[in-house]
C-alpha cells in the first residue's frame, strides 16, 4: 500500500514535459509561443524566459509582515522538504527559502501554472484561456459585458480572493500562526523532479493563490488617478477567442501593463499600491488575539481601500481619458505583442527559424522525425565518397583484429531531454573481431534550465557494456551497436528521492560509428543514444531519462 507521499507523485513518469536546452533558446522559443501561444500573465512570474514580478511583489510583502507580527515567522523544513524548495523553477530570495515563504511563493505562482511546467506554451495558453477562471486574474469573464459586466466581474474577482483566504484562515493554529502541520496538495512542477503533488502547509497555499488575484488587480484593471479605485476591467478570453468588441467587453488586455520593472510613474505607483494591498491583506490575516470573522472583516476593509469600484467609466467616454488606454497593444490577435520587459514585438517572419529550433525540443512524434532526420544526415556523411579507403585499412590494437585485446574508453554525452551531461571512464574486451564487453562509470550531472542551481550533481552510474561490432576493412570507419544496463546512485536529495538512494540503469545505441583514428585508437560517436538511470525504485520510482549525443575514444593494445 503506497503511503501519502508516494500517492502524491503518483505519475510522475508519465508526466514529462519537454524543455529547452538552454536559457537563451528557451527564451526565443517561449517567448514566440507565448506571443503566438494566447499566453496572458498580468505580472509575469518568474521563468527563463520572464521577470518574477509575482515574486518580487509577494515576496516583498511577507517580508513587510515579518518585520511586524511574530506569526509571520519562518516555517522549518525537513529533509525533503528542502529537496523541493532546492528544487524550484525559480530563485526564492535568500529570506523566502523557509517553507513558509516557498509555499507562499509557489501559491502566487499556481494561478498561472496549475501545475504545469513555465516553459510549457501550449498548456499555459489553455490555463490563461479558461473562461472559467478569469476571476482569479481579476479578469472579465465571457459574458461579463459592458458596466454591469465590469462590477460582476470584479465582484467575482474579490469573491475569489475572500474565498482563499478564507480557507487560509483554516490553516491556522490555536495561536493565530500558521500550522505547518496542516497541509493541502498542491500540483507542483520542479526543475529536476518535474510534476509533484506536494503536501505544503494551508496557510500559505491559499494565501498565495488569494494574492496573486490582488496583485493581479493592478495590471488588468483602469484605475482612477490615485490608483485606489477600479473603473473597469481588462478582457482576455474574448480576444483569445475573436469575439472581441471594446464596446461590450471593455479594453483588452495589454502586456504593456503588466511590466513590473517601472518603466514610468504609472507602473511603478501600479507596482507599489499591488504590494501595499498584498501587504495589508496579508497582515489582516495574522493579526493576534482576533477570531476568524475579525480576520475576515479586516481583509474586506483592506479590499474595499484597494478594490473598490468608481462607475462612470465607459467605452462611450472614452474611458473618461483613461491613462492606461495608451498601453493598449493594438492588435491583440496576431503574434506581434510585445514581451514583458522589453515592449518589443516579435517579428512575424521570426515564426521560421523559430519553428526550426522549436521542433528540436519537441516530444512524441515530432522528436522521433527530429532524430530520424538526424541519423539520415548522419549516414550521408558518412556514406560520402571521402569516408572511403582505396585499400584495407588497419584495425586500432593487436595486428589480427580477431586477436583478444585489452582497451578503455573516455568519453562524454549531453542530452536534450532532461538536459544534463555525463562523462564516463570504461575498461574493455575485445574476445572477437564482432564483440566487446567493457565496464564504465559515470557522473552524469543534471542541469535545470529554469531553477536556482543550474548543474546539480545528478547521479553516479555503473554498468556493463557490450558492444557488437561490424568492421568494414575497406572503409575509415565501422559501425557498432552498444547496449549498457548497470546501477544508478542518486548523489543529490530529490522530492520524494533522497541522495544515496540506488537503483537501475539502462542504456542503448542502436548506430554507432567508430572511426580508425591511429593504430591506437577509436573516435567513437553515437548520434542517437538513449539512456535512462531509474536511481530510486523505492515506492513511487524517479527516472531521468536522456536523448544523448555522445563522443570518446576508444584505446587498444596488443
Known amino acids: 500500500m503506497p503511503t501519502a507521499m508516494e500517492a502524491s507523485l503518483g505519475g510522475q513518469r508519465f508526466l514529462r514535459r519537454r524543455r529547452a536546452s538552454a536559457v537563451l533558446s528557451a527564451g526565443i522559443i517561449g517567448g514566440w509561443l507565448a506571443a503566438c501561444g494566447h499566453v496572458a500573465q498580468a505580472f509575469t512570474i518568474s521563468s527563463a524566459v520572464s521577470a518574477g514580478c ?74 490563461h484561456g479558461n473562461p472559467g477562471t478569469q476571476m482569479q486574474h481579476c479578469l472579465r469573464g465571457a459574458h461579463e459585458e459592458g458596466s454591469d459586466g465590469a462590477q460582476a466581474a470584479l465582484e467575482a474577482c474579490r469573491n475569489f480572493i475572500l474565498e482563499r483566504v478564507g480557507q487560509a484562515l483554516e490553516g491556522l493554529d490555536e495561536t493565530g500562526a500558521p500550522d505547518p502541520g496542516n497541509r493541502t496538495s498542491l500540483r507542483v512542477y520542479l526543475a529536476l523532479r518535474h510534476g509533484v503533488n506536494a503536501p505544503l502547509p494551508t496557510y500559505y497555499v491559499r494565501m498565495g493563490q488569494a494574492l496573486h488575484t490582488v496583485e493581479d488587480s493592478f495590471t488588468h484593471t483602469f484605475r482612477t488617478t490615485d490608483g485606489m479605485a477600479i473603473t473597469t476591467l481588462l478582457d482576455w478570453v474574448d480576444v483569445v477567442n475573436r469575439d472581441f468588441t471594446e464596446a461590450n467587453d471593455g479594453p483588452p488586455h495589454s502586456t504593456e501593463l503588466d511590466r513590473c520593472d517601472d518603466p514610468d510613474d504609472l507602473r511603478r505607483r501600479r507596482r507599489e499600491l499591488a504590494t501595499l494591498a498584498a ?59 510585445g514581451g514583458s520587459g522589453s515592449g518589443g514585438a516579435v517579428p512575424t517572419w521570426s515564426g521560421v527559424p523559430l519553428a526550426a529550433l522549436a521542433a528540436l525540443f519537441a516530444r512524441g512524434r515530432r522528436r522521433r522525425r527530429v532524430l530520424l532526420a538526424l541519423g539520415v544526415a548522419w549516414l550521408v556523411v558518412v556514406a560520402s565518397p571521402r569516408a572511403f579507403a582505396q585499400a584495407p ?54 542541469i535545470a534550465v529554469n531553477g536556482a542551481s543550474t548543474v546539480r550533481a545528478g547521479a553516479f552510474n555503473l554498468y556493463g557494456t557490450v558492444i557488437f561490432r561490424l568492421p568494414l576493412a575497406y572503409e575509415k570507419f565501422n559501425l557498432r551497436i552498444t547496449g549498457n544496463a548497470g546501477m544508478s546512485r542518486l548523489l543529490i536529495d530529490l522530492y520524494g528521492a533522497p541522495k544515496g538512494s540506488t537503483g537501475l540503469y539502462a542504456g542503448l545505441a542502436p548506430l554507432g560509428l567508430e572511426w580508425k583514428m591511429s593504430c591506437l585508437f577509436y573516435l567513437i560517436v553515437n548520434p542517437l543514444n538513449v539512456a535512462v538511470p531509474v536511481p530510486q525504485l523505492r515506492g513511487v520510482p524517479f527516472s531521468y531519462p536522456q536523448y544523448r549525443a555522445s563522443v570518446g575514444l576508444e584505446l587498444y593494445v596488443d
Open 54 to 127: 509575482h515574486e518580487k511583489v509577494t515576496t516583498d510583502a511577507l517580508r513587510a509582515v515579518r518585520l511586524e507580527l511574530a506569526a509571520a515567522a519562518p516555517l522549518g523544513a525537513d529533509r525533503n522538504d528542502r529537496a523541493l524548495i532546492d528544487d524550484l523553477q525559480f530563485a526564492p530570495t535568500d529570506d523566502m527559502t523557509d517553507l513558509g515563504g516557498a509555499t507562499l511563493l509557489l501559491g502566487v505562482r499556481d494561478n498561472d501554472l496549475q501545475g504545469h511546467d513555465a516553459l510549457d506554451a501550449s498548456q499555459l495558453a489553455l490555463v
Open 393 to 446: 585499412v588497419p584495425e586500432p590494437g593487436p595486428p589480427a583484429p580477431a586477436r583478444t585485446a585489452l582497451g578503455g574508453y573516455v568519453g562524454g554525452s549531453g542530452s536534450i531531454s532532461d538536459e544534463a551531461f555525463a562523462g564516463t571512464l570504461g575498461a574493455r574486451l575485445r574476445l572477437t573481431k564482432h564483440w566487446t564487453f567493457g565496464v564504465d562509470g559515470e557522473w552524469n550531472p543534471f
Open 279 to 337: 501587504t495589508a491583506v496579508l497582515r489582516a490575516t495574522l493579526v493576534p488575539g482576533q477570531t476568524h470573522d475579525q480576520k475576515m472583516a479586516g481583509v474586506k476593509a483592506a479590499l474595499d481601500a484597494y478594490l473598490g469600484y468608481s462607475p462612470g467609466w465607459t467605452f462611450d467616454n472614452g474611458w473618461c481619458d483613461a491613462p492606461e488606454h495608451a498601453y493598449s497593444n493594438g492588435s491583440a490577435l496576431g503574434c506581434d505583442v
